[in-house]
């Protein structure tokens, strides 16, 4: 019999199975999931929501303060809003039209749109940074299709949206075109931009407020939303009393639809200037578990 090595075995043990966290609540919109709860080990309750998770990022520049952080996205997000429903409200003045001429009132709302199209970039992206990472990828791919989130859909649709804005506000510049042409390149994309922005409004309340309805006045989000889906109806009252007919190409009430891009902008200036202190609010503790989705 082999003698006794005097050395001792290790004892092996195994490693003790991580404590998972146990399931909570879940909110829904139609097939958008909206907020997840899960209860941690220790009694605490995490929630994942959707806007909240959006806004604040882990890992993103948060730097500067409420009212000034070049370095933010989300402080570009809302500057770049801001100058934007300015432009428009401006435009929309009918002091300013007599002022400047016809041709320079487009120009400025055509510049406008340039700066909703950078704010709706921006907003995008944020969208996209937001969402689950693919397995295997070394970055972020530029665009995605992940019509499973919510807050991709209320993006992706108003950014499409201010590009048809871009469109008509852009040959609204033009001196040489006819009645059918202003009707067809002036008059329906910026019908088809107002029915975009009320759609992503519409997408972006039910997110902020997890239903069809809600009363939370002390979320910035809530105030945010309502000022942008209120603006949106404006801008769609605008769009309806500036039809263009497409023979005499009469406007059908200028004043009404100046009126409804005043109200409209003045709307999506205040939501704008709220995203600022949004960006800074202090965040959730997320959950354990992120909402899975299209990647």
Known sequence: MAEPSGKTEPVRREA??????????????GPFVIFVERVRPNGVVARWDSRDHRKHLPGALTAGST??????????????????????????????????GARWDAVTFFIGSLFFTAAGFLTYREAVDAGPQPQGAARRRFFVFQPRRID????????AGTLFFNISTGNAVRVDLTAQAAHQHVWRPDAVGSVCFLVASALAWFEACHGWTGWRPRSWSWWITLANLIGSVAFGVSAVAGYINPSTGQVHNAERSNLGTFIGALCFFAGALLLL??????????????VASDT
């Open 152 to 159: 991709w859909q209320a993006t992706a649709v108003q950014l």
């Open 67 to 100: 009212w000034w952080a070049p370095k933010a996205r989300g402080w570009w997000i809302a500057v770049l809003f801001a100058v934007g429903s300015l432009l428009f409200a401006l435009g929309a003045v009918p002091g300013y039209a007599s002022a400047v």
């Open 16 to 29: 003790p199975m991580p404590v998972q966290d146990r399931g909570g609540r879940e909110g829904r919109v």
């Open 277 to 290: 202190p949004e960006r800074t609010e202090e965040a959730s503790e997320p959950a354990t578990t992120p």
